[in-house]
C-alpha cells in the first residue's frame, strides 16, 4: 500500500484551520445569506478532509502521482483559508478568535470584496476537484446554491453597437463546430476518453494547486486528438456549470478552412465567445473599435496585436473569474500562426503575470507544436508513448461498439464478432482513424464478404484512400477528381450547391448536376463527409451544408509530391487523382472566370447567390 502519512498530515492540518474559520464566521449574523453561504461551504470542506484524513485514497489503483497530488491540493487549500482569515484580520488568542482594527462589522463588507470572494470560488473548485477525483464525476456540491451555478448559455440581448463588433469578429461559432464534429463524425463511445480525466497532468491543470497553467495533448495522425478535445470541453463545462465565475471556450482549427485556421481566426473565434458569454466585458473590445460614418464601427480584424489586446484584457479584468479554454488542432494552423499563439499563451501563463491563476489553456497537435516556444507551464501528455496504452483500449472499445451494431444489423455469428473485433484492434494500433476507415467497409457485408474484406483490406490508411479511389467506376473518375480538387484547394468549404455549378457542364441541367455530384459522393466515403457550417448571411448568419475532408490526412495523400510512374506501374492509375497545386488552381481560377463572364451577361437582380460567392471566392485565386 502506497504511504499516505502526508496525505493523513495534510488533511488534518486542513480540519484544524477550517474548523477554525467555521468558528469565526459562527461569530457573525448566521441570517446574513454570504455568512450563511460561508458557515455552510467550510462545513461542508471540513467534512471532505475529514474523510480524506480517515481514507486518503478513495480508490485501490491510486499511484504516488494521485496521493501526491492529492496532497498538493489540500496545502493549497490549506493556505487559501489561511488567506481568507488574514484579510478579515482574523487572530487566534489562545483558542479565542477575534478581529482586530475594522471589528465584527467591518467583516460583512469584506465578504463582498474580490480579495476575500475570490479565495472561496478557489475553495469551491478545489473541492469540486477533489470529489470528482474521488468520485469519477462533477455535481454541484450539496451547500451550494442555485445562484452558485450557470448554464453557460449565450447572451442574446446586445446594443446596436455592440452587435456590429460581435459581427465584425464572426468567423465560426465554436459550438456549432462541436455539434458538427459530434454528428459527422458520430458520439463518443461510451467510456472512451475517461482515462485522461484521472491522470496527474490533467487533475493537476485542473486544479489551482498545480504550477502548470497550460497542457498539450500531443498524438500522430488520426489518434483521437479531437475526440479527446470534444470529450474534454463537456468536462469542463460541467465543472463551470457548477461555479458562479468559470467561463469555457474552445476552438477547432481546420486547415481547410480559411476562416479556421490561423492566429487571427483563432482569437476572433474565442473572443467572440467570451463576448457572447460574458456581455459585460464586450466593452474592453469597443475601445479598441474605430468609429466610422453613419455611426458604424470597423475594428482590425487581421491584427494579431490588436487582437491579442482585446482578448488578453478581457481575460485579466478583474470581474472575469476563471476562463479555461481548449484549442484542438493547433497544427491546422499555418507555421506562423502556430509560434504567435504559442508565445502569446505562453506569455499569458508566465509566472510573471498576476493574473495567470485565472487563466488554463488546453492544446491538441500532431506534431510537438515548436515546444521550444511553449513555456515550463504546459504539461504534455503524448498518446504516442506515455498514454498509448489508454488509447489501445479506446479504439478496442470504439471497434466493439461499432462492430456490435453491423453484427447485429446482419446476423453475424458471436465467434465471428469476436474475431473481427481481435483482428481489427491488433492491426490499428492505437489509430482511430484507420479503425473508423476499416470499420465503414463492412457495413452491409454479411460473414462471408467481410472475412475476405478483412483479408484484403491495406494495412495503412493511405492504402486504404487509394483502394477507394480505384473503386470508382471510370465514367465518374473526372467528376471524382474535379471534386477533390475543389475540396484541396478551396480557401473555406463548399456547400453541395456551390460544387453543384463549379464542376457541372454545359450540357447538364443545374439539377442532373446535382444528381450527379450525390452519386459521386456516394463512391466516396471514406474520403469525404458531409459538414454543417455556420456562414455570415447579410446581416445574420446561416446554416449550410459543406462538403470537407473525412480527415486532413486525405488531403495530404491526394496533395503528396507527385511520382512519375512507368506505363506497366499497376498503380498508374492513381496519378489521375494526384492533385498538382499550381496546375490546380489554373484551373479552378478558369472554372471562376468561366461562371463570372456567363453571370455578367444576366441583369444583376437575377445573379445567384452561389453565383456571388464564386465570384468572391475566384479573387482569392488570382
Known sequence: ???????????????????????FFQQLDHTTNSVAKRVQQLEAFSRLAKEIELKPSANDHDDEEQLGLTKQILLYCYKLISRILSQL?????????????????????????????????????????????????????????????????????????????LNLLFVTDPREDHASLESSRGAIVKRTCTWITETSEYRSWLSGSGDRRGLLIQGGEGHGKTMLAMYLTKQLEQLAACMSTDTVLYFFCNHGNINANSATTVLRGL???????????LHHGLKRAVSVDEGRIALATNSVETLWQIFSAMIQDPTTGTVT????????????????????????????????????????????????????EFSVICLDSDAHKHNVQDVQRSINSHVSNIAHEHGWSQDFQEQMNKSLTKRAGG??????????????????????????LAGDNNAIYERSLLAIPLECRQKVRSLLTWAALAYYPLSLGELSTLTSDEFSTPEAAFINLKACLGYCRTLLTIKTEIRRFGSG??????????????????????????????????????????????????????????????????????????????RDHK
Not at 472561496?120 to 452558485?148: G, I
Open 271 to 281: 473572443i467572440w465567445q467570451l463576448c457572447r458569454l460574458r456581455p459585460d466585458l
Open 325 to 376: 479554454c481548449a484549442i484542438d488542432g493547433l497544427d491546422e494552423c499555418d507555421e506562423s500562426s502556430i509560434k504567435t499563439l504559442a508565445e502569446r499563451f505562453s506569455e499569458l501563463l508566465s509566472s510573471t503575470n498576476q493574473g495567470r491563476r485565472n487563466f488554463r489553456i488546453l492544446l491538441t497537435s500532431r506534431h510537438p507544436c515548436q515546444q521550444d516556444n511553449l513555456s515550463t
Open 431 to 456: 489509430s482511430f482513424l484507420w479503425a473508423s476507415l476499416a470499420v465503414s467497409g463492412l457495413e452491409g457485408q454479411d460473414e462471408g464478404s467481410a472475412a475476405k474484406y478483412l483479408n484484403d
Open 541 to 618: 448568419y446561416e446554416t449550410i451544408e459543406t462538403i470537407q475532408f473525412s480527415h486532413r490526412s486525405v488531403k495530404d495523400h491526394l496533395l503528396q509530391p507527385y511520382v512519375l510512374r512507368t506505363a506497366t506501374d499497376t498503380d498508374a492509375d492513381l496519378d489521375f487523382f494526384q492533385i498538382i497545386p499550381d496546375n490546380g488552381h489554373e484551373i479552378l481560377a478558369s472554372r471562376c472566370l468561366e461562371i463570372m463572364e456567363k453571370g455578367l451577361e444576366v441583369e444583376a437582380e437575377r445573379e445567384s447567390p452561389v453565383e456571388t460567392g464564386i465570384i468572391c471566392f475566384d
Open 89 to 165: 484580520e482574523w487572530v487566534d488568542n489562545g483558542g479565542r478568535h477575534a478581529s482586530t482594527q475594522q471589528g465584527l462589522l467591518g467583516v460583512y463588507a469584506e465578504l463582498n470584496n474580490w480579495e476575500v470572494k475570490d479565495p472561496f470560488e478557489d475553495l469551491h473548485r478545489e473541492q469540486l476537484c477533489l470529489v470528482a477525483f474521488r468520485k469519477s464525476r462533477f455535481r454541484p456540491l450539496s451547500w451550494a446554491s442555485e445562484s452558485d451555478s450557470h448554464p453557460l448559455l449565450y447572451s442574446h440581448t446586445f446594443k446596436a453597437r455592440e452587435l456590429d463588433f
Open 1 to 23: 500500500m502506497n504511504d499516505t502519512t502526508g496525505i493523513t498530515t495534510a488533511a488534518a492540518r486542513l480540519v484544524g484551520i477550517t474548523d477554525e474559520a467555521v468558528r
